[in-house]
């Protein structure tokens, strides 16, 4: 077997607007107070050097909070700076160009990060025309300053072929989407592939709902590894930028360590035909 790619917390991948995102993430959703300024801090020390979050999340400032406090702190031992990190947010609701606009800002408000690394419309629901509009506010956000990539969550062809069709000022950069072995979503990958848009995989670990597959346990006792971390690795190996999520300090931290071991191709089209389109949340892609 060849050599692991050395995946890491470290790695980052490039955008189509040229910029370097992050390849592994923290997700915070579902996380609120306490324990999402906790997972935020831990993540950074492990390494991490982006966090996941949202309107609909409800923990912009904690997030925020947690970033500012650890940058000022002794953890910090490597003098990081807001620069070197990556900071998501999405509009919870398309509902026209001002109320984005306003959410960007409201954003960045409870954040008190500067700006938003990545913008995200949070689903394709509310109908082409808002969706036309909030993508013209995710547009002049990034003309003025308040962001600097823009994408979708949750869109399917269709509705990535429609905003293509719109000769947008900025073509969007992510589309952040479930993704994992159990639901592949191979029509809207190949899609993204082939028009360089990059896919953010939530819910990169199905919630830990087949763990006890008879294949993941057999493949993660093959490479040594937890199911998580297979998982992961499955995902940096298809070129995805994983979320996973925790507020546990030890899952946060070998969630990413994956950089021993490496699934050879063969395990791959295994793990890729295991595929039953199991949806751990939510599946709007092919609303109208």
Request: hydrophobic share 40%; proline share 4%.
């Amino acid at each position: 077997m060849a050599s692991p790619t050395p995946f890491s917390v470290a790695s980052k991948v490039k955008l189509n607007n040229a910029l370097f995102i992050p390849q592994i993430q923290l997700g915070v959703f579902l996380t609120s107070g306490k324990d999402t300024e906790n997972a935020v801090r831990h993540s950074l020390n492990a390494g991490y050097l982006a966090i996941d979050s949202a309107e609909s999340y409800a923990n912009e400032r904690e997030c925020g909070d947690a970033i500012r406090s650890w940058l000022e702190s002794e953890d910090n031992i490597k003098g990081l700076q807001r620069k070197d990190l990556w900071f998501t947010s999405k509009v919870r609701h398309n509902t026209g160009y001002e109320a984005t606009r306003r959410s960007i800002k409201t954003g960045l408000e409870k954040s008190s990060m500067g700006y938003m690394d990545l913008y995200l419309l949070h689903s394709p629901h509310g109908g082409k025309a808002n969706r036309m509009e909030c993508w013209n506010a995710v547009e002049d956000a990034i003309a003025d300053g308040e962001v600097l990539t823009g994408g979708v969550s949750n869109y399917g062809v269709r509705h990535l072929q429609e905003l293509l069709d719109s000769n947008p000022k900025v073509k969007p950069a992510i589309n952040q989407i479930e993704v994992h072995p159990f639901n592949t979503q191979t029509a809207i990958t190949s899609f993204c592939e082939h028009h360089g848009i990059a896919i953010e995989a939530y819910c990169p670990l199905a919630q830990a709902m087949r763990f006890d597959h008879l294949k993941i346990v057999e493949l993660s006792q093959k490479y040594t590894c937890t199911p998580a971390q297979l998982f992961v690795r499955w995902s940096l190996q298809h070129g995805y930028i994983p979320l996973p999520r925790s507020i546990k300090q030890e899952r946060i931290v070998s969630n990413v360590d994956v950089a021993f071991f490496q699934i050879n191709v063969a395990d791959m089209l295994v793990m890729d035909g295991l595929d039953e389109h199991l949806v751990c949340d939510w599946d709007p892609t092919d609303v109208e």
